[in-house]
């Protein structure tokens, strides 16, 4: 049997007269060598020891994490700035409607089909906005109840159902398009397809964002999870 790359150099034939490894103490603190100081000791550069607290290798790691951050960052900010446009738009929108309605008896079944529209778009597109950030409609009482260890796994359960309930709401979607999407609409006369895909395409994102929360509420720190909602005592008030 061939003596392996981590074994001391030595004939093949003596491998078997290498005595039992012994308890090795540990050393002074000091600065972990790298790969060449291990090598120029005597470490053979094919043995895994020789990669163990790379600096060079913890450095990349870091800077990776750092580049997806600021990538996922910049991806959100992105997402967001849609929602706000749609939002401005819409209130621009309403508004200009109603002065033309009122004041000068002008209207437009176009605007009036877009302005709905555009009004389904951002409900369903703000629903991906609001998991990330914690925006959504919820009685926490019994959730702040519980200790901050089991908060966690009680918190991806309750996204695990939200997703559960997405994914359903993007079949469905997908299948709606596909019965009604061939219809024109009576306004803006385009096929129903454009107005009725808002859903299974905010679905997907709404997905995405779920799965992006649940990775979050994972590897979250436990101090993520302290209770948000104090009572108030008489000292308070």
């Known amino acids: 049997k061939p003596a392996t790359n981590c074994t001391p150099s030595s004939p093949a034939r003596n491998w078997w007269r290498w005595p039992a490894p012994r308890a090795v103490t540990a050393p002074a603190p000091g600065p972990v060598p790298d790969r060449h100081t291990l090598i120029g000791k005597g470490q053979p550069s094919g043995c895994p020891f020789s990669m163990i607290n790379h600096p060079q290798h913890h450095?990349?790691?870091a800077e990776h994490n750092r580049s997806a951050q600021k990538f996922g960052k910049k991806l959100f900010d992105l997402y967001f700035f849609i929602g706000i446009?749609?939002?401005?738009?819409l209130a621009a929108l309403v508004i200009f409607t109603v002065i033309a309605r009122y004041c000068f008896s002008l209207s437009w079944k176009q605007l009036a089909e877009f302005n709905t529209t555009l009004f389904a778009f951002t409900t369903f597109?703000?629903?991906g906005i609001n998991v990330i950030k914690d925006e959504h409609v919820m009685i926490d009482i019994i959730y702040d109840g519980v200790k901050p260890a089991r908060k966690r796994w009680l918190a991806i359960v309750n996204y695990l159902i939200v997703l559960a309930v997405?994914?359903?709401?993007t079949y469905q979607g997908f299948k709606y398009v596909g019965v009604a999407g061939?219809?024109?609409s009576q306004g803006m006369e385009i096929p129903m397809?454009?107005?009725?895909?808002?859903m299974?395409?905010?679905g997907i994102i709404c997905a995405i964002c779920v799965v992006i929360k649940i990775i979050t509420l994972y590897k979250a720190d436990i101090s993520f999870f302290a209770p948000k909602n104090k009572a108030l005592t008489k000292e308070d008030a």
């Open 193 to 198: 397809m454009y107005m009725y895909g808002i």
């Open 125 to 127: 597109w703000g629903m």
């Open 85 to 89: 446009v749609a939002m401005a738009l």
């Open 166 to 169: 997405d994914l359903v709401f």
């Open 59 to 61: 450095r990349k790691g």
């Open 182 to 184: 061939k219809q024109i």
């Open 200 to 202: 299974p395409v905010c």
